[in-house]
């Protein structure tokens, strides 16, 4: 069946520096959702992307979505504290369904 | 996330006890789901809903049961028959069918079972 795996499963990094988390599926995808968990928290909408090479940017978060459609990444120029959290991607073949990635875990070091 | 509400935010239950989830959304959404998370996981698809009295098997369906009597109302029960119920739970809702409508999720009910 459709997988999306997703990397690094935990990243540390210090504050200032930047962060990036990848995606990939194992199909092609209709498009790709990103959401942001904090802990103890659900999961908060980030970002859709439907087009092929597309590249969205929110403030210091910057989204790409791969030429094939099959892999996706997020990158945070100068991360903060508040960027804390689990960044988690969903892929959509065109269907109901979302296949979630295992989420990329963020801590921020003062 | 706003209009999506589950309860209750906690909730402990014997081993061997039937538990009903609750989850109300009032954001006239057609489609409603319902996720797990276990510890340090993503979210694996239990149940969701396209209509009203319709509901689909996710990919982890055993031992859950639902129903979709109303627009609104998508309650999960989670049986006796689940091996390893404790988990946290997240409903969710989307507009529509299209792929392209976002997924608003509920703030999540934490079942421990003892």
């Known amino acids: 069946g459709q997988q999306v795996m997703q990397i690094p499963q935990y990243q540390h990094v210090q504050e200032g520096e930047d962060f990036t988390t990848y995606c990939n599926s194992s199909?092609?995808?209709?498009?790709i959702q990103w959401y942001k968990q904090r802990p103890g928290g659900h999961p908060v909408f980030l970002i859709q992307?439907?087009?092929?090479?597309e590249v969205k940017k929110q403030k210091r978060l910057t989204f790409q979505f791969g030429e094939a459609k099959k892999n996706s990444s997020l990158h945070i120029t100068a991360t903060q504290t508040t960027d804390v959290g689990t960044y988690f991607c969903?892929?959509?073949?065109?269907?109901?369904?979302?296949?979630f990635g295992t989420g990329t875990r963020l801590k921020v070091l003062a | 996330d706003g209009g999506i509400t589950q309860s209750p935010k906690y909730l402990f239950r014997k081993e061997g006890q039937n538990v009903t989830l609750s989850c109300e959304q009032n954001?006239?959404?057609?489609?409603m789901y319902w996720y797990r998370q276990d510890p340090g996981q993503g979210l694996r698809l239990i149940y969701y809903?396209?209509?009203?009295?319709?509901?689909q098997k996710g990919d982890i369906a055993e031992g859950y049961s639902v129903s979709r009597e109303k627009k609104e109302s998508f309650p999960l029960t989670v049986t006796s028959a689940q091996k390893n119920p404790t988990a946290f739970y997240l409903c969710?809702?989307?507009?529509?069918?299209?792929?392209?409508?976002?997924?608003?999720f509920g703030p999540g009910t934490r079942l421990t079972v003892l």
């Open positions: 969710a809702s989307r507009r529509s069918g299209l792929s392209t409508d976002t997924q608003y």
């Open positions: 199909t092609t995808l209709s498009n």
């Open positions: 992307l439907v087009k092929s090479g």
């Open positions: 969903a892929g959509n073949s065109g269907t109901y369904k979302y296949i």
């Open positions: 954001l006239n959404h057609d489609a």
């Open positions: 809903s396209q209509i009203v009295n319709d509901f």
